[in-house]
């Protein structure tokens, strides 16, 4: 009663209770993971602008910048509290940095795609959402290919890759289906048919992925998935445009897939079992570039 009288009594005289100043929202967990790679995207893409270099180093220090702008699109861009101006007396959250590294060279894009591709790598892992995961390992892919390239382009030492072939445990966490099955079996006839029209060094390295796939085709049969297997699966012709021949395009195409449907179980699993699934991803993009192909800027969603 007291309480009501003061402000009514407050009121009468004219004057009026402070209000708190404005306060931006705190950010929750996805957003912090989100706007961490998205300003690291940012800061790729301003660096590699200021790069001077020519000929075939400055045409892939273009599409790297190129890169980094779709993924910060895809991240859905930097945050920023007050994007028209803060009202007066707000208190203002302090800016994402998304600078580009003073006087920058092709090893200072190096280190910020190798830094990149491991904190996206570590963002999906540990993002709170499925879409999100998605994106961020789409995201470690591309990063981690480019900085293959810079490192090629300029002599300097590759970084190491966190690409590994799946495992029969991950497949069980991950879980199995018909169309789990299907992937496995079709990039499977890929690489054997791959392996009998080719000799040499090529041949056994075919024999030695197609023997791989095969193993996981049989554990998900053995674990009672749904057998949707074709006897043939129709493959690519060879690719004039993309200069592939039929068996590279073939690779390519097999392993296309097996990077779409990594990517994609990523909403099907905790994220503690995440990392095996983006690592399989980064083996068949190694796969499809080492046969000729190309990555887009968000593989596995593009």
Known sequence: MTGALAALTLAGCGLRLETPPPVAPSPDPAEEVRQDAAAEAAVIAATVSDVTAEGATAELLARIGEEAGAHLDALGGVWVAWPDGAPEGAVTPEPAATSAVPDPDAADVLELL??????????????????????????????????????????ATAPESAAAPLTREALLVRGVDGPTLRVLDQARFAYETVAARSAGAARESAVARAAHLQSLVDVALEEGAPDERLGVYDLPGADDEAGLSAEQAAVVDAESRLLEHWVFSLGLVAPDARGALVDAAADSARRLVDAGGTLPALPGLD
Do not use: C, Q
């Open 114 to 155: 190798t830094t990149g591709a491991a904190d996206a790598r570590e963002g999906a892992v540990a993002a709170p959402t499925d879409d999100l995961a998605a994106v961020l390992a789409a995201v470690s892919l591309s990063r981690a290919h480019g900085a293959a390239e810079v490192a090629a382009a300029t002599g």
